[in-house]
């Protein structure tokens, strides 16, 4: 009669002890959903993955700039690719189409845009680098992409990118046979905080 009796208390520690773990299953999984998008961000900024582009400080660039003396002055083409998506009314264009770059050495290419609307019109730039595994040696030490850009009506501006290209690029044997790198924007429209529309 006492096994009896103990049965039901024991099964209802387990009970509790299985809904506790389930319990510490759903939050972890719940703060793993919050957390997904910044690790895979972080993911990308480390590793280059999907052409993600290095942010460099100017020490970086300087250290850069004394391994591109090793890497015996040699080039490679950047092209530059500027888009805007079709909810955002601007023009926008990079001053040039391609460049030739020494490894290592700081570059500064301009990009134009123009808001065409009679109104203020605020925009992000999102960016990548072509092929994928460039992401990873191209550094970013200036850019208008890392803030939001507001332009008036009619107003056109200069947006200048400053970056570098690794000299570590020349060791990495997935880097042997690209002969050039594409470094493409696309401007969006930013997203509303205050409720009132900007055009």
Request: charged share 15%; glycine share 8%.
């Amino acid at each position: 009669m006492a096994r009896s009796q103990a049965h039901p208390q024991s099964l209802q520690a387990r009970n509790s002890r299985v809904g506790f773990y389930a319990l510490l299953i759903a939050l972890a999984a719940l703060g793993l959903g919050f957390a997904a998008v910044p690790l895979y961000r972080l993911f990308c900024q480390v590793t280059g993955f999907a052409g993600t582009t290095q942010v460099a400080t100017s020490a970086d660039a300087d250290l850069a700039a004394q391994m591109a003396k090793s890497a015996g002055g040699k080039t490679i083409s950047i092209r530059f690719d500027a888009n805007v998506a079709p909810d955002i009314p601007w023009t926008f264009e990079p001053g040039q189409t391609t460049d030739t770059v020494a490894f290592g050495q700081r570059e500064m290419v301009y990009f134009t845009a123009r808001n065409n609307a009679d109104v203020p019109v605020s925009g992000n730039a999102t960016f990548n680098v072509e092929p994928e595994q460039a992401g990873r040696y191209f550094n970013k030490i200036q850019c208008f992409c890392f803030t939001e850009q507001t332009l008036q009506p009619g107003q056109e501006v200069e947006m200048p990118v400053l970056f570098y290209v690794d000299p570590a690029a020349l060791d990495d044997p997935n880097m042997k046979d690209v002969q050039q790198i594409t470094l493409s924007y696309t401007f969006h429209k930013a997203i509303e905080t205050d409720g009132n529309s900007d055009g």
